[in-house]
């Protein structure tokens, strides 16, 4: 009852609000509506029975496991989706070369703060991404806590120099949605290092972005501005933060030391991998849905995103079991590099417009394979309003929102050649227990909620391709 | 953008559809949202950040455990929650005395099927809630499977006598509500084995009622006819239930063992516990929230239903914490034995019957404690339409969804002295992995969502005090 109640609703709102030329649309759609209902159920049924994606991500998680830029089991992870877009029944599956950095961890951090008793407090941490190490035999300075930047700037060069920043940006409890106070934390992470680099700190600790207390340490990328010096970085994790916050209010002055042994190798080469069911009516007309391969190294990366590229292998999948021939090329992309570098997505684009492909739509799954609530719009007005035509399409499937938005970063660049773009908006609640740490493992992915993921993504997929945008 | 569109939406509905007295509401409402805002951000922002459902769960859950109706931890489950109740801040906790069954397991359930080359294929078993024991022995007889009632029917007495009945009721997949396909196939457990009986069976098999493939079995009460012989039942797992189909196609004929040695022992003194902020305008008006205290035996009843005690309680401490008074009661209730036997909401029921007390609401959580998305809500049409007129206030908080339907099997009694009856709907999708199996532990809760859960409820609870229904 609900449901039709919000069909109506939405036709009301539209009436009310849209140009002649869209009402006149609305009419036409009221009737296309019903035959697009019957497809979608199809696909749903399809893949809620069949579905492959569970199977595939179990195979890259548990088969391969973490797969980091430039490692043996990122080119596994290559080779593995290669086949699975085959038996997925892509007409065509090829790869796009492109180098990538080759970060590598080294050996297992230490760190520990000392004590006034003498013993030593062992941290659990480990290396930002692409951080540079602290050499064999670590550093020890005495630790500043900060919670913003600007208590930095004030604290200023001569209270900074020569000690360890300890970055202790908590990820605000109160946004409902987690990704918000990733973003507004997450600056600690990547442009923390070099900031504290700038008023002479020797190394940094960075409080984990996660959403709960735990012992875990949440790795991702730091990003060094060339100007300063490239101290090394690492995370700790938030039970840890939470501790040393509450010790060093009680003595004013910790000492701590740590160790990675991290270190940049120069760039190896690497691939996305590409799927693709070739367009009957339109082909040069591209519809690009992806996720990204490449995964840290702390665990399996299978909500980061081993799930957005298994879904993006089903979506093939569905559209063949369920016998819809696309009138656009549909591709499916393993983008490459994503986590410390962005170099697959840089050269997505850059065939692109080598190519001058046209690019009408493209697709990110990279917010975790949890249950789907909605879509983020980045596109014109014109084509939000008619996105949101279909927004009753979706409802019993459990998307509901459709609002304008960020995409990904992977689809983000396709910007420049004219697509439309989404995101998947899966619930966010989990997210940030698993991101980047070593309880990312296939374990936490449900396979309901990826396979309904992958079906809302098939659904909006097959009505942008019918209907263009 | 999206959230105010849909504030219109709602608006423009209802001016449509309602009487004109609900119109002059909606003008005088308009104001009073704001306020009504404001509160509900308070209590978010204090349970996103204070919540302490997560602690008291995990007490219930690792200091306790399981806590079946009748055992010593039950009783240890209830001392624990009037204590975590006067924590939370309860004007008043006590205690409402009933009888109990009290059904045991016995000892680990054992069983396998014959194969050909006189091996045996062990199955992962438990007997079903209130099954009888098949003695010390066991039973040994041919399998036959039935995948509908219909077929069993069909089937008849001369088939069926002496045989061990598999019903082999798949969860339809194709629900995206898993609840739905649970109330589809839940029959074969429920009253499955004594239809079995009616035909002659000596002991029943069951599919475990679960989602997806695994290897526990799941077990729930069996509700025995009396006019038909109790036979002995028992859930096998979901993997079992498939390679058993699967042999019986090939085979024909196959002989499974199994022995449980489970018993009813006579009843058990037990309790409801409750708490109480006593209203400060309408006292006598009595607003209910509830869970189910008791749990099967087999795991630490994290999702079912620790969450909703814990949420009860929170809702208590948070409308403190915020220094909400509330001009009607509230009371949470933990409700004993709503799993085989139901006989606090029984009690419940009895005892405002008796001190004829007016139910004005009653709120139910026995749908796990994960992200929530919605209300179902049963009462009367202009009750429902009242309450939609709030929809707008929770949508940021991921809850969009309120429809008509059940409550909860604890409240569902109150309609008898006509309270409004309404139950949080969680996303489904995690549910039927752990439901009445030994993975519904603390570990599968997510303390993000369990709080956002909560503190939904507590802002519908805030809003039906204040305005009333």
Same mark, same amino acid.
């Given at each position: 009852?609900?449901?039709?109640?919000?069909?109506?609703?939405?036709?009301?709102?539209?009436?009310?609000?849209?140009?002649?030329?869209?009402?006149?649309?609305?009419?036409?759609?009221?009737?296309?509506?019903?035959?697009?209902?019957?497809?979608?159920?199809?696909?749903?049924?399809?893949?809620?029975?069949?579905?492959?994606?569970?199977?595939?991500?179990?195979?890259?998680? &548990?088969?391969?496991?973490?797969?980091?830029?430039?490692?043996?089991?990122?080119?596994?992870?290559?080779?593995?989706?290669?086949?699975?877009? &085959?038996?997925?029944?892509?007409?065509?599956?090829?790869?796009?070369?492109?180098?990538?950095?080759?970060?590598?961890?080294?050996?297992?951090?230490?760190?520990?703060?000392?004590?006034?008793?003498?013993?030593?407090?062992?941290?659990?941490?480990?290396?930002?991404?692409?951080?540079?190490?602290?050499?064999?035999?670590?550093?020890?300075?005495?630790?500043?806590?900060?919670?913003?930047?600007?208590?930095?700037?004030?604290?200023?060069?001569?209270?900074?120099?020569?000690?360890?920043?300890?970055?202790?940006?908590?990820?605000?409890?109160?946004?409902?949605?987690?990704?918000?106070?990733?973003?507004?934390?997450?600056?600690?992470?990547?442009?923390?290092?070099?900031?504290?680099?700038?008023?002479?700190?020797?190394?940094?600790?960075?409080?984990?972005?996660?959403?709960?207390?735990?012992?875990?340490?949440?790795?991702?990328?730091?990003?060094?501005?060339?100007?300063?010096?490239?101290?090394?970085?690492?995370?700790?994790?938030?039970?840890?933060?939470?501790?040393?916050?509450?010790?060093?209010?009680?003595?004013?002055?910790?000492?701590?030391?740590?160790?990675?042994?991290?270190?940049?190798?120069?760039?190896?080469?690497?691939?996305?991998?590409?799927?693709?069911?070739?367009?009957?009516?339109?082909?040069?007309?591209?519809?690009?849905?992806?996720?990204?391969?490449?995964?840290?190294?702390?665990?399996?990366?299978?909500?980061?995103?081993?799930?957005?590229?298994?879904?993006?292998?089903?979506?093939?999948?569905?559209?063949?079991?369920?016998?819809?021939?696309? &009138?656009?090329?549909?591709?499916?992309?393993?983008?490459?590099?994503?986590?410390?570098?962005? $170099?697959?997505?840089?050269?997505?684009?850059?065939?692109?417009?080598?190519?001058?492909?046209?690019?009408?739509?493209?697709?990110?799954?990279?917010?975790?394979?949890?249950?789907?609530?909605?879509?983020?719009?980045?596109?014109?007005?014109?084509?939000?309003? &008619?996105?949101?035509?279909?927004?009753?399409?979706?409802?019993?499937?459990?998307?509901?929102?459709?609002?304008?938005?960020?995409?990904?970063?992977?689809?983000?660049?396709?910007?420049?050649?004219?697509?439309?773009?989404?995101?998947?908006?899966?619930?966010?609640?989990?997210?940030?227990?698993?991101?980047?740490?070593?309880?990312?493992?296939?374990?936490?992915?449900? $396979?309901?909620?990826?396979?309904?993921?992958?079906?809302?993504?098939?659904?909006?997929?097959?009505?942008?391709?019918?209907?263009?945008?």
């Amino acid at each position: 009852m609900l449901f039709i109640a919000t069909n109506n609703l939405n036709i009301i709102m539209i009436r009310k609000t849209l140009p002649v030329f869209l009402t006149l649309f609305i009419s036409i759609g009221a009737f296309a509506q019903q035959e697009d209902s019957i497809a979608i159920k199809n696909i749903a049924d399809e893949i809620l029975t069949n579905g492959k994606a569970y199977d595939n991500l179990r195979y890259i998680c &548990k088969k391969i496991g973490p797969r980091l830029s430039g490692s043996a089991q990122a080119q596994k992870a290559v080779e593995a989706t290669v086949k699975m877009l &085959k038996e997925a029944g892509a007409d065509t599956v090829y790869l796009q070369p492109c180098m990538v950095p080759h970060w590598v961890r080294g050996e297992k951090e230490v760190g520990y703060v000392k004590l006034a008793n003498g013993t030593k407090y062992n941290l659990n941490l480990c290396a930002l991404g692409n951080s540079e190490g602290t050499g064999v035999k670590g550093i020890t300075a005495s630790v500043i806590e900060v919670t913003s930047f600007a208590e930095l700037e004030q604290l200023g060069k001569d209270a900074i120099r020569g000690k360890i920043v300890f970055f202790n940006f908590k990820m605000n409890p109160t946004y409902v949605t987690t990704f918000m106070a990733y973003g507004e934390s997450g600056g600690a992470r990547t442009i923390g290092p070099s900031k504290a680099a700038s008023f002479g700190a020797i190394g940094v600790l960075v409080r984990s972005l996660a959403s709960n207390p735990d012992d875990y340490p949440h790795t991702g990328v730091t990003i060094y501005n060339d100007s300063f010096p490239k101290i090394p970085a690492v995370a700790i994790s938030t039970n840890n933060a939470d501790w040393l916050s509450r010790e060093l209010k009680k003595k004013m002055s910790l000492t701590a030391y740590f160790r990675n042994t991290s270190t940049m190798l120069p760039d190896a080469p690497s691939f996305n991998v590409v799927g693709e069911i070739r367009g009957a009516e339109l082909p040069a007309e591209i519809i690009t849905v992806g996720g990204h391969l490449d995964s840290w190294d702390l665990a399996e990366g299978a909500q980061d995103d081993g799930a957005g590229c298994v879904q993006g292998i089903e979506i093939l999948r569905a559209l063949k079991a369920t016998g819809i021939q696309p &009138k656009r090329t549909i591709r499916a992309v393993m983008f490459m590099n994503e986590e410390n570098g962005g $170099r697959g997505a840089n050269k997505y684009l850059e065939l692109a417009q080598l190519n001058k492909e046209k690019h009408v739509f493209a697709l990110e799954s990279d917010a975790g394979g949890f249950t789907p609530r909605g879509f983020s719009l980045n596109m014109t007005a014109a084509q939000l309003a &008619k996105v949101q035509l279909w927004k009753n399409l979706f409802y019993q499937y459990g998307v509901y929102d459709f609002s304008a938005g960020g995409s990904g970063s992977d689809v983000g660049p396709l910007k420049e050649v004219g697509a439309a773009l989404a995101g998947l908006r899966p619930d966010g609640q989990r997210y940030f227990d698993l991101h980047h740490a070593a309880t990312d493992v296939f374990e936490a992915v449900s $396979r309901r909620e990826l396979h309904l993921g992958a079906l809302n993504m098939t659904a909006l997929i097959y009505l942008v391709d019918k209907h263009g945008l």
